[in-house]
């Protein structure tokens, strides 16, 4: 009992003495803040405050990096998921048990390598109409790529017309097969060029044009690069149509009626007749026997005179003002602008007026190189000044069967090609010395080589194999060789090469003197047995495959299209199915 009053004894002595303390403190801070200055109790609650704040934003930071820190672990978890839930869909679709994907092994002679893993697949149809059609074909957007190119095949039936538009990129276009005329605005004038087979010419970003096949039976077929680069960073290029009805919609119809009306100095009735009148989609036929459109006479007509002409639609406006009003539509006011459809004394006007660059054609010039195995073609802006504003170049390659162009590397660009004609066989070397691509191409197909990979293209021995494209740089373009007379190892040779080779001088020397030709290599043996079979089941598909419709019911009285320097094959549909 003495013990526990002795333990109160303590316990009260202790808070007496806290309650001392505190007083004192309490009654210290009374004292200091009667002598203190406003300015100073002031600064001191300022200061006070700032270190909550602080405390408070810390926690703050604090928590928050914990959360983000979750979510990007939570959105990795996910990914993985993802992707292992998708190899194990394909795996279960093959018949076989999921399995880790391998871990890409050292190239040996003949490895396959990733296949396709350079082939573009990616394929969307952004026009089809009963005229024509348009496919673009998306590039790879990584990091290994500076300037990624998307690639377009645009087909147009004989006398169709790809009506007025502007792009929000640039584009290079080649004639593969066809006649062309185009149109658009060069220094605020009208141009107009007359394209052939062959040609090349640059569409800037934001210039309204139209393209025209003038041919009477014959399809047109261009292939085009599309520089996404000026795009406004969409999923595709963006075409925004001057002409137009209810398909496609014309960037005009956005605008009030009143505020058209008065643009055009037309009645309500006329405007609404001439933006609605069209509908047959952006790809249409340009003559009376196809739909009742007079773009054919218009585009015959001089730009003078067609400028002279769009002048009478403000005066014939104001005087049918007080008239009833008729259904108008494109054809009606083209026809009141060009006159009557077979007015007899008309002249036919320049296809090729105003002052912009002329197109350039790449079967009117010598090969590059040339030698008894194939040839090549680069064209930069040295030869054609245009391609200096896209930074874009293009060549065009043909090899014969079996032959092969040698192993090199493009320091300076990306390289993108579309096969024309033939079967051949793309390698891509990664740079750690492993395959990263070893698979066989067709027409139609869109490869695509990234800047500094070892690759080379082989022909099959079954027939020539050829090949266009375009490059992401429009400067002289010098690949290194790795192989061959002209190669960086015959003009590098010396001892520093043959000891990094783990080879005598001379030894070294007999190797890479074997080879004789450059650049363009004869009937190497990797061609022989891989692309055989590939084509022997490209023809038993084609022969097994029913004839399409557009094939049933192809019109009697289109001449068949001739091959194209021999080598060009069947029309290629654009498209790729």
């Given at each position: 009992?003495?013990?526990?009053?002795?333990?109160?004894?303590?316990?009260?002595?202790?808070?007496?003495?806290?309650?001392?303390?505190?007083?004192?403190?309490?009654?210290?801070?009374?004292?200091?803040?009667?002598?203190?200055?406003?300015?100073?109790?002031?600064?001191?609650?300022?200061?006070?405050?700032?270190?909550?704040?602080?405390?408070?934003?810390?926690?703050?930071?604090?928590?928050?990096?914990?959360?983000?820190?979750?979510?990007?672990?939570?959105?990795?978890?996910?990914?993985?998921?993802?992707?292992?839930?998708?190899?194990?869909?394909?795996?279960?679709?093959?018949?076989?048990q999921p399995r880790p994907?391998?871990?890409?092994?050292?190239?040996?002679?003949?490895?396959?390598?990733?296949?396709?893993?350079?082939?573009?697949?990616?394929?969307?149809?952004?026009?089809?109409?009963?005229?024509?059609?348009?496919?673009?074909?998306?590039?790879?957007?990584?990091?290994?790529?500076?300037?990624?190119?998307?690639?377009?095949?645009?087909?147009?039936?004989?006398?169709?017309?790809?009506?007025?538009?502007?792009?929000?990129?640039?584009?290079?276009?080649?004639?593969?097969?066809?006649?062309?005329?185009?149109?658009?605005?060069?220094?605020?004038?009208?141009?107009?060029?007359?394209?052939?087979?062959?040609?090349?010419?640059?569409?800037?970003?934001?210039?309204?044009?139209?393209?025209?096949?003038?041919?009477?039976?014959?399809?047109?077929?261009?292939?085009?690069?599309?520089?996404?680069?000026?795009?406004?960073?969409?999923?595709?290029?963006?075409?925004?149509?001057?002409?137009?009805?209810?398909?496609?919609?014309?960037?005009?119809?956005?605008?009030?009626?009143?505020?058209?009306?008065?643009?055009?100095?037309?009645?309500?009735?006329?405007?609404?007749?001439?933006?609605?009148?069209?509908?047959?989609?952006?790809?249409?036929?340009?003559?009376?026997?196809?739909?009742?459109?007079?773009?054919?006479?218009?585009?015959?007509?001089?730009?003078?005179?067609?400028?002279?002409?769009?002048?009478?639609?403000?005066?014939?406006?104001?005087?049918?003002?007080?008239?009833?009003?008729?259904?108008?539509?494109?054809?009606?006011i083209f026809d009141s602008?060009?006159?009557?459809?077979?007015?007899?004394?008309?002249?036919?006007?320049?296809?090729?007026?105003?002052?912009?660059?002329?197109?350039?054609?790449?079967?009117?010039?010598?090969?590059?190189?040339?030698?008894?195995?194939?040839?090549?073609?680069?064209?930069?802006?040295?030869?054609?000044?245009?391609?200096?504003?896209?930074?874009?170049?293009?060549?065009?390659?043909?090899?014969?069967?079996?032959?092969?162009?040698?192993?090199?590397?493009?320091?300076?660009?990306?390289?993108?090609?579309?096969?024309?004609?033939?079967?051949?066989?793309?390698?891509?070397?990664?740079?750690?010395?492993?395959?990263?691509?070893?698979?066989?191409?067709?027409?139609?197909?869109?490869?695509?080589?990234?800047?500094?990979?070892?690759?080379?293209q082989i022909a099959s021995?079954?027939?020539?194999?050829?090949?266009?494209?375009?490059?992401?740089?429009?400067?002289?373009?010098?690949?290194?060789?790795?192989?061959?007379?002209?190669?960086?190892?015959?003009?590098?040779?010396?001892?520093?090469?043959?000891?990094?080779?783990?080879?005598?001088?001379?030894?070294?020397?007999?190797?890479?003197?074997?080879?004789?030709?450059?650049?363009?290599?004869?009937?190497?043996?990797?061609?022989?047995?891989?692309?055989?079979?590939?084509?022997?089941?490209?023809?038993?598909?084609?022969?097994?495959?029913?004839?399409?419709?557009?094939?049933?019911?192809?019109?009697?009285?289109?001449?068949?299209?001739?091959?194209?320097?021999?080598?060009?094959?069947?029309?290629?549909?654009?498209?790729?199915?």
């Open positions: 009992m003495g013990r526990l009053k002795g333990v109160l004894l303590v316990a009260l002595v202790v808070c007496y003495a806290m309650q001392v303390v505190v007083s004192q403190s309490y009654e210290e801070r009374r004292r200091e803040r009667e002598l203190m200055s406003p300015e100073e109790e002031e600064r001191r609650a300022k200061e006070e405050d700032w270190r909550r704040r602080e405390k408070t934003a810390e926690e703050e930071r604090r928590h928050r990096r914990s959360w983000e820190e979750e979510e990007e672990e939570e959105e990795e978890r996910g990914r993985r998921k993802w992707d292992e839930d998708e190899e194990e869909q394909e795996e279960e679709e093959r018949g076989r994907k391998p871990r890409p092994e050292p190239y040996r002679p003949g490895g396959r390598g990733g296949e396709g893993m350079f082939v573009l697949r990616d394929s969307k149809k952004v026009i089809s109409t009963q005229a024509g059609e348009m496919r673009v074909v998306r590039g790879y957007g990584g990091k290994i790529v500076e300037n990624p190119l998307d690639i377009g095949f645009i087909t147009m039936e004989p006398r169709s017309l790809f009506v007025p538009q502007y792009l929000d990129s640039s584009l290079i276009i080649f004639l593969r097969r066809g006649e062309a005329k185009l149109g658009f605005i060069y220094d605020d004038e009208l141009s107009e060029r007359q394209l052939k087979m062959g040609d090349v010419y640059r569409i800037p970003a934001g210039s309204t044009f139209y393209i025209v096949n003038t041919g009477e039976t014959q399809r047109l077929h261009i292939i085009c690069s599309i520089d996404p680069s000026e795009g406004l960073g969409f999923s595709t290029f963006q075409s925004f149509f001057i002409g137009g009805g209810t398909n496609p919609v014309s960037v005009l119809a956005g605008f009030d009626p009143e505020t058209l009306s008065t643009a055009f100095n037309v009645s309500i009735g006329e405007l609404r007749g001439f933006m609605t009148g069209q509908d047959a989609g952006p790809i249409i036929f340009a003559d009376t026997t196809h739909s009742p459109s007079l773009w054919a006479n218009f585009l015959k007509v001089k730009g003078e005179e067609r400028l002279e002409r769009l002048k009478t639609v403000a005066e014939s406006g104001e005087q049918k003002e007080e008239e009833e009003e008729p259904r108008k539509s494109w054809w009606n602008l060009i006159g009557s459809e077979n007015k007899k004394g008309e002249k036919k006007g320049d296809t090729r007026t105003g002052s912009s660059p002329d197109s350039y054609n790449l079967l009117d010039r010598e090969p590059s190189y040339r030698n008894n195995y194939g040839w090549s073609i680069a064209v930069d802006k040295h030869e054609y000044k245009p391609l200096k504003k896209s930074g874009i170049g293009v060549y065009l390659v043909n090899l014969t069967a079996g032959s092969m162009m040698a192993p090199h590397v493009n320091p300076m660009a990306t390289e993108y090609g579309v096969v024309l004609s033939g079967v051949g066989t793309i390698q891509v070397v990664y740079p750690n010395g492993t395959s990263a691509m070893n698979t066989n191409v067709k027409e139609g197909d869109v490869f695509w080589i990234p800047r500094y990979f070892p690759f080379c021995r079954s027939g020539s194999f050829e090949f266009f494209g375009f490059t992401t740089s429009a400067h002289r373009n010098r690949p290194q060789f790795l192989v061959g007379a002209s190669s960086i190892l015959r003009s590098m040779r010396g001892p520093e090469f043959a000891t990094a080779f783990g080879l005598t001088e001379d030894r070294y020397n007999e190797i890479v003197d074997a080879q004789r030709e450059a650049l363009i290599l004869p009937s190497p043996s990797a061609a022989s047995g891989d692309t055989r079979e590939f084509e022997e089941k490209e023809q038993s598909s084609q022969e097994k495959k029913p004839e399409s419709k557009e094939q049933e019911k192809e019109k009697p009285g289109i001449e068949k299209v001739p091959k194209f320097m021999r080598t060009l094959g069947p029309e290629m549909i654009m498209g790729f199915e």
